[in-house]
């Protein structure tokens, strides 16, 4: 898979039109949903997308190998949504945290999770994840539904990776205090349902 990805980055690099639409079509629909659950402004978050795209591809020369595409990607989009907002708010002095909102509700009301699960349990889901902060929400969403590391998350939210693995400690212990959620193995499961 590795070799693949420097494969298809290194025609990339070199031009090769049919690479970059390749590295497009592959990694948007999940940049897509993941910004979407950051902000949920639709043109917003595909203007940033493209702007991503459009970067890189400016720039493609300049750029190195990274180790995952998908990974290097979510945190361009991330910084592009913070600058993009920003900017557009002419504002200076805000932080990250009072500008996004991460979004769990998102995709569970869009698709059907499962005809053995109820409505009453789907509902009852919702509830308990909206207990978790939203950075907690953001954090499991990427560790469990796009099976980023802590170190990689680290880099797309920005804080230190012991600061992730905290996090994802206290919204584990804080789920698992709820009935629905009797073992890790049940919120993995959760969060893979959420998306895909």
Not at 59 to 79: E, M, V
Not at 143 to 163: C, P, Q, T
């Amino acid at each position: 898979m590795r070799e693949l990805e420097e494969d298809m980055w290194h025609k990339f690099v070199s031009g090769d039109q049919k690479a970059f639409a390749t590295i497009y079509n592959s990694n948007v629909d999940s940049l897509f949903s993941y910004g979407m659950r950051v902000f949920s402004n639709r043109d917003f978050v595909k203007d940033c997308i493209q702007d991503v795209f459009l970067d890189i591809y400016e720039h493609r020369k300049q750029l190195s190998i990274p180790k995952n595409i998908n990974h290097y990607l979510f945190i361009a989009l991330k910084r592009s949504m913070f600058k993009k907002l920003k900017k557009e708010r002419k504002k200076g002095d805000f932080s990250e945290f009072e500008t996004f909102s991460f979004i769990t509700e998102h995709n569970i009301e869009s698709r059907t999770i499962d005809k053995e699960i109820k409505e009453h349990q789907k509902k009852l889901l919702r509830e308990i994840v909206k207990e978790l902060t939203s950075k907690q929400q953001e954090i499991l969403y990427l560790r469990f539904s796009k099976g980023f590391d802590y170190i990689e998350i680290s880099e797309i939210v920005d804080i230190d990776h012991n600061s992730v693995r905290k996090q994802v400690y206290r919204a584990i212990k804080k789920l698992r205090q709820n009935k629905a959620f009797k073992s890790i193995s049940q919120i993995i499961l959760f969060y893979s349902l959420i998306d895909c």
